[in-house]
Nanobody, 124 residues
Framework: QVHLGESGGGLVQAGGSLRLSCQASGRTLRMYALGWFRQAPGREREGVLCISRRSATIMYADSVKGRFTGSRDNAKNTVYLQMNSLKPEDTAVYYC?????????????????WGQGTQVTVSS
């Protein structure tokens, strides 16, 4: 069983940056593909990006390309989401997810483990 916990969310002005962290307990994340997702009020959960077991990044959302990057630190059992040039439309609850596989899953329902989410609010 993998337990995931996100942190680093908050309120930021448009154009600002935030770095989200997701730390795991219970199992090492080394053997997992790790994803970041977000859900805005009244909208479906949206994939942001995924980091494969070998640290290759797959972008799920075109809207964040060039602004968001993901990374993982297996020694710290932690995955990160660096968000730059934030826009009001990035406002959402951000979730990390993990799946025991090498390559990135295609969709949210392919992930078995989820964190509780952290709120990111971008003011205009």
């Amino acid at each position: 069983q993998v337990h995931l916990g996100e942190s680093g969310g908050g309120l930021v002005q448009a154009g600002g940056s935030l770095r989200l962290s997701c730390q795991a307990s219970g199992r090492t994340l080394r053997m997992y593909a790790l994803g970041w997702f977000r859900q805005a009020p009244g909208r479906e959960r949206e994939g942001v990006l995924c980091i494969s077991r070998r640290s290759a990044t797959i972008m799920y959302a075109d809207s964040v390309k060039g602004r968001f990057t993901g990374s993982r630190d297996n020694a710290k059992n932690t995955v990160y989401l660096q968000m730059n040039s934030l826009k009001p439309e990035d406002t959402a609850v951000y979730y990390c997810a993990a799946e025991f596989r090498s390559s990135c899953p295609e969709k949210a329902t392919d992930y078995s483990y989820w964190g509780q989410g952290t709120q990111v609010t971008v003011s205009s």
